[in-house]
């Protein structure tokens, strides 16, 4: 699995993420380029965000997983009127992405974006900050 393109957005996060123990190792995948998330050892359901309880099967024994970050465009909205912290970027676009191995996910996406671009394939990117990382996705380049 190759790493995911980093994309550098000067300024910092408009809302940083806290990390904690348990979503470390996902912000450190993140910096290698990976999407990771966690599976149920008992049922093997994936979700995202990652948890530490499976939502399938309550089993709380999980792994980390890295997912392949290739997906395609279930829906998005443009945000024009956006909260105080977010207030600097609009217009922005979010998007909801079913990865290929059947995580929808909600991230920012990068680039335009139209009701053309529904279901077209998608990348999942690294949005690089001056204060950190996010996660985030774009239309993904032909061939
Ligand atoms: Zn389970």
């Not at 979503?23 to 290698?32: K, Y």
């Not at 979010?94 to 053309?116: S, Y």
Request: hydrophobic letters at 40%; charged letters at 20%.
């Amino acid at each position: 699995m190759s790493p995911m393109a980093q994309i550098l957005l000067p300024g910092p996060r408009p809302f940083a993420p806290r990390v904690s123990a348990f979503s470390r190792p996902f912000w450190s995948g993140l910096a290698r380029g990976e999407l990771l998330t966690t599976r149920c050892r008992a049922c093997g359901a994936l979700g995202f965000p990652p948890r530490n309880l499976c939502r399938g099967c309550w089993g709380r024994e999980l792994d980390w997983v890295p997912l392949q970050p290739r997906g395609r465009l279930y829906s998005f909205t443009r945000v024009h009127v956006a909260p105080e912290a977010f207030r600097a970027e609009v217009p922005y676009a979010i998007g909801l992405v079913d990865l290929d191995e059947g995580v929808r996910l909600m991230c920012r996406l990068v680039g335009e974006v139209t009701p053309a671009d529904l279901d077209q394939p998608m990348e999942m990117l690294v949005l690089v900050h001056d204060d950190g990382l996010l996660f985030g996705a774009r239309k993904a380049s032909p061939g």
